[in-house]
């Protein structure tokens, strides 16, 4: 399984940007997806995340709450972040994960089975 986000880029403070995660598998809509984020000098830290299936369940980081939003399309195995009102802290660069079996909390990044190589995002005021 292979995982490749795109969309990053520049923004200014407000503006908005939308990352895709292409995946490589037959059967995408069994994995839950995530995203993650790691500035520099800071630890990885959980963006969101969406159910397997059909997403009927997402979560988010509590400092992205409001303005990001996951989504899926299982027909073009992918997944999507959009990101609005966005604010210099936000830059860093953002992964895509793909887990399928393990049961914990979606913010724990040790539960993804596979990631992507991560697309730079970075906001200016």
């Known amino acids: 399984v292979q995982l490749q986000a795109s969309g990053g880029g520049s923004a200014k403070a407000g503006e908005s940007l939308r990352l895709s995660c292409a995946v490589s598998t037959r059967i995408f809509s069994s994995y839950a997806m995530g995203w993650f984020r790691q500035a520099p000098g800071k630890e990885r830290e959980f963006v969101a995340a969406?159910?397997?299936?059909?997403?009927?369940?997402?979560y988010y980081g509590d400092s992205v709450k409001g303005r990001f939003t996951i989504s899926r399309d299982n027909a073009h195995d992918t997944t999507y972040l959009q990101m609005n009102s966005l604010k210099t802290e936000d830059t860093a660069v953002y992964y895509c994960?793909?887990?399928?079996?393990?049961?914990?909390?979606?913010?724990?990044?040790?539960?993804?089975?596979?990631w992507g190589p991560g697309t730079q995002v970075t906001v200016s005021s």
């Open positions: 969406i159910t397997s299936g059909s997403g009927d369940s997402v």
């Open positions: 994960a793909a887990r399928k079996y393990y049961s914990g909390a979606y913010s724990n990044a040790g539960g993804y089975d596979y």
